[in-house]
């Protein structure tokens, strides 16, 4: 039996979770979400048994129903193959008495690949006898766009245009940007800051008659972002294979409670820790780690949830965020589906920029979710105290989580910290942390002084960077990007 999707906001529509991952967001604002997670979800013996492709497979046959099981292990074979540098997918390592379950083994080195090399998959699966193409739009601030770029590399019947900010991304973002391999993707840097392309890029997506030209010739516009069912679901999988590999290991025995250590932006990967619980993995904490913008530690305190603060720019920038988008999946579970409560709460938020939850709701939050957070300064010291402790050295994303982590009291519930980036990718950051000068380096002049120090592998993508041939150098300026994007459907997939 097909489970359907709808919004956070209301039952008025339902969706086939194909058509929930094409059209991304619902049409009131709200997210799709299905309404029972548990109901039929495989058992945990199931789920423990086989590699972290039958797992993948087993969630995303539960959560996406109307995907057939052929249709499901097509997905998971392009996703998670050679593409991955371990044959583990997610290693789970150990960091002194805790576990670190290292997420960036994809191709761009973060953990964004997980969700990107599958998404593009199930949209092509999904937009099969549809017949238009699909051109993925995005503004990136430097990571999201290549982790893109690289899953929907050469997938059939899809296109990806990426826009970042001219001068305004690492040396070597940008070169993982222009660098790109691929029939069906361009790249193209705007002259302005991000802020400047992401509002362009909505002007795009809620242009009509941009639409409709693009409608006669058979391309639709569509965003990955981190809201898309489809980025959320693969996400799942990593907890129940990292409860497993300690299964597997002898550190656990099956039923035994885990704690999960999260560092937590758009809440998406934290989200997705939910699910694995609500389908059944015996969670007992999923502890949010955020950093100097520290919204969400106020609200799991509080249960007041307030953007009105001032934006922090940090050494951990895939976290430096005020809204929360996946926030909302939460407190449409937490309240047992109540739609109307989700709604006027989101409308609290676009209105005055604040909202607070009821007493039943925090109680319910607080059963499974702690919080805590770590500014610039205590990153660093945990990225430096990390290593000269323990021998493991960690982005400033993952030190974040350790950082939370490390407060907390032990009292013998295995505790994991998921790690969402290779260090190598925060070289500069990571080298100053550990007490050397880095004025005047380069990127990769970085990379290659934190190798001398730490001896740990750099990821072949990345060291492939210095030697690869440049392919995109174009630079527009905000108002012809409309145009950009027009000209690359046509080109790609008219
Ligand atoms: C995106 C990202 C995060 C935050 O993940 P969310 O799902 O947005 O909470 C953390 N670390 C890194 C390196 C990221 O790229």
Redesign the pocket.
């Known amino acids: 039996m097909t489970t359907f999707y709808h919004s956070t906001r209301s039952r008025n529509e339902s969706l086939t979770s194909k058509q929930a991952i094409l059209e991304g967001i619902a049409p009131d604002g709200g997210l799709f979400v299905r309404d029972d997670v548990a109901e039929g979800a495989p058992s945990l013996e199931s789920l423990l048994a086989g590699t972290y492709q039958d797992r993948a497979c087993l969630v995303l046959g539960h959560l996406l129903d109307d995907f057939t099981a052929e249709e499901i292990s097509g997905c998971v074979d392009a996703a998670y193959g050679p593409n991955f540098d371990s044959p583990a997918v997610t290693p789970v390592v150990p960091c002194g008495d805790d576990w670190t379950l290292e997420l960036?083994h994809g191709p761009t080195s973060?953990?964004?690949d997980i969700a990107l090399q599958m998404l593009p998959q199930l949209m092509r699966v999904s937009r099969e006898g549809d017949g238009r193409g699909v051109m993925i739009v995005t503004a990136t601030s430097g990571?999201?766009g290549k982790a893109a770029l690289e899953g929907f590399a050469d997938v059939a019947g899809t296109g990806v245009t990426v826009f970042y900010p001219h001068g305004k991304v690492s040396d070597v973002q940008r070169l993982q940007m222009a660098t790109q391999r691929g029939k069906n993707v361009a790249v193209c840097a705007i002259e302005g800051n991000f802020d400047d392309a992401q509002t362009q890029v909505k002007r795009i997506f809620a242009d009509v008659a941009l639409r409709e030209r693009l409608a006669e010739k058979n391309v639709v516009l569509s965003s990955a972002n981190?809201i898309n069912v489809g980025r959320l679901v693969p996400?799942v999988t990593y907890y129940f294979d990292a409860y497993a590999q300690l299964v597997a290991a002898g550190k656990l025995k099956s039923g035994d409670a885990i704690d999960f250590c999260?560092?937590?932006?758009?809440?998406?990967?934290?989200?997705a820790g939910y699910y694995a619980k609500l389908m059944g993995l015996p969670v007992r904490k999923l502890i949010v780690a955020s950093n100097a913008n520290d919204v969400l530690t106020d609200f799991i305190t509080t249960g007041t949830y307030d953007r009105r603060r001032p934006f922090h720019k940090t050494i951990?920038p895939?976290?430096d965020?005020l809204v929360?988008s996946?926030l909302e999946r939460l407190l449409f579970y937490l309240s047992d589906g109540d739609c109307e409560l989700v709604s006027s709460l989101m409308k609290n938020l676009a209105e005055q920029g604040f909202y607070t939850v009821p007493e039943h709701v925090l109680e319910r939050l607080h059963e499974t979710f702690e919080c805590g957070r770590a500014d610039d300064t205590a990153t660093r010291e945990t990225i430096r105290d990390t290593w000269e402790r323990h021998g493991v050295i960690l982005?400033p994303?993952?030190a974040v989580a350790r950082h939370v982590l490390e407060a907390r009291p032990a009292d013998g519930v295995a505790r994991v910290c998921l790690s969402?980036?290779s260090p190598y990718?925060f070289s500069a950051d990571v080298l100053a942390a550990l007490g050397h000068d880095t004025t005047d380096m380069d990127g990769f002049e970085c990379m290659d002084a934190l190798f001398e120090v730490t001896g740990a592998k750099v990821p072949e993508a990345l060291s492939a960077l210095r030697d690869a041939q440049e392919r995109f150098s174009d630079v527009v300026s905000v108002p012809e990007m409309s145009g950009y994007v027009e000209d690359a459907a046509t080109r790609i997939l008219a």
């Open positions: 960036w973060a953990f964004k990571d999201t981190s996400q999260v560092p937590t932006g758009n809440f998406g990967d934290v989200l951990s895939s976290m965020i929360s996946n982005d994303h993952t969402t980036a990718k």
